[in-house]
């Protein structure tokens, strides 16, 4: 029943037991006694009724769900067409893919830095080659870059590293043995010397022939000369062998910082980036004084610091070819248990890896079981397997090279 309802009922009942009270009186005194009725009406009629309470409902707040992430995983095998197998990563458009992985090499010595276009390669190669120094090869095939370089010759460890990613070579020449065993392996899919003609800007000079850090390399370009060469062959090929997960494995041990030590001014170090999760490449720096210092070492092109996922030492045969360091040398890789560290979210493990003649460096956990890189671009170092791993002091580790 409504509260108007409650009090329509209230005052019919007042007003007839008025009425019934007041008959008795009315008849010692009728106007006394109507008056008296006319005043308790009047004053039940305008008497405020009173309200009953309704309680009100508290609600409960739902709680805040945080999503938890889902681990990615990749490989080593069954790669989906738009994930790159050399990276782990999602490419925009998958018919990249579809050719061979372009390889070039650059040149490291102090006048050829800072380099280009290393912060687009996929994977780069860093191994010595004499006199206390170190040259790369860079791997182009998820992302390609109009400018790589300085361009340098081809060495012996071309061809394995070539060949294992079933590539195609970039380079400026080689000593008559090495360039008589790099095209006799690989063939045509070498791309030697300038070519800057013919509608291809491959591998093209800026400046003077006697300045040697002037040639740079375009990945693209690079890759549809040989297509115009040989179409039938650059077609996607089975890369299978990394494997790739979000979740750091257990298993490792602190590495805030890791160097690579060539030789005198040499030096390549990474310190670790938690905010990207990325290792930040540093290089010595020579003044005209002979001093060194570390200093960030930049990619020209973007002006941006070196940053890489993965960072990986790889010990290998490492063979002088006449008995003095300071000349050509050959890796020999391990192709069932060789041994290898790998730093990653600020962390190092110890692996093994495997390698073989058309399959990609695969990497290994103590019971077997693949080695996930973070997804996003490895820098390998060669080295030596006698080289010597230090920590000093702790979570900061270095690798020296040791000849034969």
Partial sequence: MSMNSLHRVLTIFLVLAFLLSSCQN??????????????????????????????????????????????????????PDNINPLTGLEV????????????????????????AGLSSADIVFDYYIGSGGDRFTALFYGKDDSKV???????????????????????????????????GTLGGRVINSEHC?????????????????????????ISELY????????????LDGMAFGTVPPS?????????MHYGKNYNQQWNYDAA???????????????????????????GEQLAFSNV?????????????????????????????LVFRDGMMYEVTYKSAWNEPFSFYEEDGDPFRLQPGNTWMHLTGLGSKLEEQPVGTWMVSLRMP
């Fill in 26 to 79: 009315m008849a010692l005194d009728p106007q006394a006694a109507e008056n008296k009725m006319l005043t308790s009406v009047a004053k039940t009629l305008t008497a405020a009724p009173t309200l009953t309470p309704v309680p009100t409902s508290t609600s409960t707040p739902t709680p805040t769900i945080t999503p938890t992430a889902v681990p990615v995983l990749y490989g080593p095998t069954d790669f």
């Fill in 92 to 115: 925009d458009d998958p018919s990249i893919l579809d050719r061979r992985p372009v390889l070039i090499k650059v040149a490291n010595q102090l006048a050829a830095r800072p380099h």
């Fill in 149 to 183: 370089g300085s361009v340098r010759s081809g060495r012996y460890v071309d061809v394995p590293l070539t060949q294992m990613y079933n590539g195609v070579l970039g380079m400026v020449s080689a000593w008559k043995p090495v360039l008589d065993e790099i095209l």
């Fill in 197 to 221: 003609d013919n509608g291809y800007d491959a591998i093209c000079r800026e400046g003077p022939a006697t300045d040697e850090t002037s040639v740079f390399a375009n990945s693209e370009q």
């Fill in 227 to 238: 297509d115009s060469r040989d179409p039938d062959n650059n077609v996607r090929q089975v």
């Fill in 251 to 259: 298993g490792g041990v602190p590495a805030e910082q890791f160097t």
């Fill in 276 to 302: 990207s999760k990325k290792y930040l490449r540093w290089i010595d720096d020579v003044d005209y004084n002979g001093n060194s210092k570390m200093i960030p070492l930049v990619d020209r092109n973007t």
């Fill in 312 to 340: 990986v030492v790889i010990f290998a045969e490492l063979q002088v070819l006449n008995g003095t360091a300071d000349s050509l040398h050959r890796y020999r890789f391990d192709s069932k248990n060789g041994r290898a």
